[in-house]
């Protein structure tokens, strides 16, 4: 993420009940690379927290205007919570595991009952188009799995993208949505994993460049990050610490290969 002002609102939501778990960590990385960027960072570990998923009556409405009681519908102080650091956040991060093509039972239920009408959206009537009450402007969703992506896209629809991008996206005013899926994780390397955590904490390619000795070496990094994330490193800038310096000077040589290698 870009350089913000210190004063910049994040919100981590995590989902896992093995506080060792590659999520977890994934989760983590990106709070630090948000903290790194000027943010002020809230992380909620469901789990730890003893998150109650269990929908409350008189929660259970599709319509209801924004007002400040709408935040405090409900019994529950850490709901409360919740909601109240969600309308305050600029970017959300939600971190879990998928299970049966769904997220865990707590993010689920942590959906239905921080993800309300009158704390993310305003709708007058069932049947019309929402409104959205949020100053979110970054959707990050971090997802670990064991099938292979492929086989997650092409046989069973990749049904989390559904979710978070298409249905929960919808609800968030045009509020961008980027999503990381680390699967599979079983038999994974190290390097692959180092790549995932990479990108979980620079959630834009964009914004990382890579020093290399020389232009054998830059090559050589270009081509273990290609295999290790795919076109994801076609935005990855390397660099030599020659190219550095003319880059940082304004300088380029006509005629000379470019030492990007990009």
């Known amino acids: 993420p870009g350089r913000v002002g210190p004063m910049t609102q994040s919100m981590v939501v995590v989902a896992n009940p093995r506080p060792n778990s590659f999520v977890r960590a994934l989760a983590e990385e990106a709070a630090a690379g948000l903290t790194e960027a000027g943010h002020e960072v809230v992380l909620h570990d469901l789990y730890a927290e003893g998150f109650r998923p269990v929908l409350e009556s008189e929660e ?7 007002d400040e009681s709408a935040l405090t519908v409900g ?6 919570r919740h909601r109240r650091d969600l309308s305050a956040a600029h970017t959300l991060v939600v971190a879990h595991p998928n299970w049966w093509g769904k997220p865990p039972a707590i993010m689920a239920g942590w959906m239905d009952r921080v993800l309300v009408p009158g704390v993310v959206y305003e709708l ?7 409104t959205c009450l949020l100053d979110l402007r970054r959707l990050i969703v971090l997802n670990t799995g064991d099938t292979p992506a492929e ?3 092409g046989v069973f629809g990749d ?4 979710i978070w991008e298409r249905c929960v996206g919808a609800y968030l005013g045009g509020a961008e949505v980027r999503r990381l899926l680390a699967s599979p994780v079983a038999g994974s390397t190290p390097e692959q994993r180092r790549a995932w955590l990479v990108r979980a904490r620079h959630s834009d390619p964009a914004g990382i460049i890579v020093l290399a000795y020389n232009r054998h070496a830059a090559r050589e990094i270009k081509k273990r990050l290609y295999d290790l994330t795919g076109n994801i490193a076609a935005a990855i ?3 030599t610490y020659d190219g550095m310096a003319m880059r ?3 300088i380029r040589i006509t005629g000379k290969e470019d030492v990007e290698d990009k």
Do not use: F, I, K, N
């Open 60 to 66: 259970g409405r599709t319509t209801r205007r924004a």
């Open 75 to 80: 019994a529950d102080p850490l709901v409360h």
């Open 124 to 130: 007058d009537a069932a049947e019309g188009e929402p």
């Open 151 to 153: 086989r997650e896209t």
């Open 159 to 162: 049904p989390l993208s559904l």
């Open 237 to 239: 800038t390397v660099l």
């Open 248 to 250: 940082l000077l304004g």
